[in-house]
Structure formats: C-alpha cells, structure tokens
C-alpha cells in the first residue's frame, strides 16, 4: 500500500505542475483542488493529516479522496478550455470531413485539407478564427516551418474544412497544427496531425493501406543517416557526414542509425528491411524538370543492428557531378523518411 501512496504521490505533484500551468491561463480552482490532492496522499505529511482529520487515518480512503480531487480539478480545466476533435489531413475529402487521417503522400501533392470537428457543438459561437501552421523535417535535428495560414471560420458549424495550397513538400516527416482563435478568455489549445511525403507512389499506397507492420523496434524509424566517401571495404560505416563529395571516390557509403532506447543494438524482426532511394537533383549545364532517381535498394536487416551501411560503387569513369539527395526509411508502418542532400563535385 505504501509504493502505491508514492506513486499516486509522484503523479500527485506532476498533476500540479500541469494545473500550475493552468492557473496562469486563469483557472486558479484546478490548481487548489490538485494541490490538496498532494497534500492528502503524501506520506511525510500522514501524522498531520491523521490528527487533524481522523476521518481520513486509512489510507484507501485517502487514495479515494485523492483520485476525486483529481476529477474535480480537471473537470476546472476542461471547462476553460476549447479545442477541436477528430482532426485529420487527407488528399481530398469526401464529404464535410476527412474522415480517417492519411499518413502519407506524394511529393507532387500541392494542396492537403485539413478537416477538424469541435469538441463542444456549443462553443461554436466562441470561435473567431482558426490558426494552422505546418512543421518540417527533413532530418530528427532539423524543423523548419513551411506553411502559415489564418482561416476565417463560418458561424454556428461544428465540422469544418481548410485548404492548404501551394505547398512545396519534399520527402520528409511533417505535423500540422490546428490552433483555434477565439472572443473569449478561454485557452485554447492545439491540435497536431502528423504524416509523411514520400517519393513514389508504392511508398504512399503501402502506408495509407496499412499493408506495412512495424519493425518489433521500441522506434520505427532510422534517428540518423551519414554520407560519405567510402574505400568499398565491408564492415566499416561512415563516421561522419560529408556535404561533399569527391567524384574520383572509390565508393559512396551510406551509414543508417536504429535507435533504441535501451540497448546499443536494436532487435528487429526477421523479415524488417531497410531501403535507400538516391536521386539526381540537378546537373551542371543540364536542366532536369524533376529529380531522377539513381537508384533504389532494399536489404534486409537480421537480428540485432545498431547501424547499417550501404555501400555503392560507381561506374566507370566516376562519379557524375551534380547536386543528390538521399531518402532512407525502414519498411514499418509508423517510420519516417530521411531527407539529406549533398553534392558531388
């Protein structure tokens, strides 16, 4: 019983941290009621609160008393809060939403729509504007913004529809925010949609099908990806990245990280793959009206790996010159794409 009360403690001052927040949006009740949570269930403070409360001297009954003052301070937050429900990104909409959110799509895709239903029908009058933005990642380490947008919202409807156009995606990770502007004093809070741009249509399709399963990793996705020039020997890996590269190299080694949080060396399952798509994005002298892709290999990973490298030699003559781009990605379901670009010269 004891372990319990420490647990519900530890969660008891976390839960007052979240509500310390929200008294700073102006919620002050949730942060009184989660407070005396703390104080009720915290061990060290036993002697006090048996003294002055005999009621409360067995200790279900505090963990009782404790998980209710939980509710009532949340049931304070949820009522000063509006935010949206069932929101999801898709190509095209078939109706007035969405429906199930898509996780992947082409790099040729410009426009995305983005649907989100409110969570209380009578809030509707509540909203001003609705704010979206959209993040990018090429690479874990790397987030840029790429898309801004404020929409006008009609009066009194609770499921809406945004179009998100002109975009310019590339292959990569992304996550729309969905951030409600309101006439009132209440907080709002934001809505996140995650998804993938890939480069070829099978990628897309396999994804959103939902034909792919994860890897048996902890995390599905490669956390770093080096280039390099290689001596074409097996068994050695890139040890850092190079922007640039020689067009005289005896080889190209691509090195992929699988992370996991516990061990050096992840344990995937027998039948996971790691593949690599190398693309020509420009040539000197030469004008390409859409990358063209160089190659595309897909090796299996067995057993416990901790890297992968690739190791490609070139033809006869070298190398070409140009401007290339690298996308790696594990064959599972939830991974993401690694985006890196580099020259050779």
Not at 227 to 240: A, K, L, M, P, V
């Amino acid at each position: 019983m004891k372990i319990v009360q420490w647990i519900l403690t530890v969660i008891a001052l976390l839960f007052s941290l979240l509500t310390l927040f929200a008294a700073f949006q102006g919620t002050v009740f949730s942060l009184i009621f989660a407070l005396l949570a703390l104080v009720i269930i915290a061990p060290p403070l036993y002697p006090q609160i048996n003294k002055r409360l005999p009621f409360l001297r067995f200790s279900f009954l505090k963990i009782f008393l404790c998980v209710l003052l939980w509710f009532v301070a949340l049931g304070f937050i949820g009522g000063n809060t509006f935010s949206f429900a069932n929101a999801a990104v898709c190509a095209s909409p078939g109706s007035e939403t969405c429906g199930k959110s898509e996780i992947a799509f082409l790099e040729t895709t410009s426009s995305l729509t983005v649907s989100a239903d409110l969570t209380d029908p009578g809030d509707a009058g509540e909203l001003k504007e609705v704010g979206i933005t959209m993040d990018y990642w090429a690479q874990p380490d790397q987030e840029s913004e790429v898309y801004s947008e404020t929409f006008e919202v009609p009066q009194d409807k609770q499921q809406m529809l945004f179009t998100l156009e002109e975009l310019d995606l590339q292959p990569g990770s992304y996550r729309v925010n969905i951030t409600p502007v309101l006439k009132t004093d209440k907080t709002a809070l934001t809505k996140e949609v995650q998804f993938a741009v890939w480069s070829s249509t099978e990628d897309v399709e396999k994804r959103n099908s939902g034909e792919l399963e994860n890897a048996g990793l902890f995390h599905n996705s490669i956390s770093e990806v080096n280039i390099c020039e290689h001596s074409g020997q097996r068994g050695t890996f890139c040890q850092q990245d190079m922007p640039e590269i020689s067009s005289g190299a005896a080889a190209l080694g691509f090195t992929a990280e699988i992370p996991n949080l516990r061990i050096r060396r992840a344990s995937v399952r027998g039948d996971s793959q790691i593949t690599f798509v190398l693309r020509i994005l420009s040539v000197p002298g030469e004008e390409l009206t859409e990358p063209e892709e160089m190659f595309r290999e897909t090796q299996e990973l067995e057993g416990d790996v901790g890297t992968y490298t690739l190791i490609n030699t070139p033809p006869e003559g070298g190398l070409p010159q140009g401007l290339f781009e690298l996308v790696t990605f594990l064959e599972a379901k939830d991974s993401l794409p690694i985006r890196k670009v580099f020259t050779i010269k």
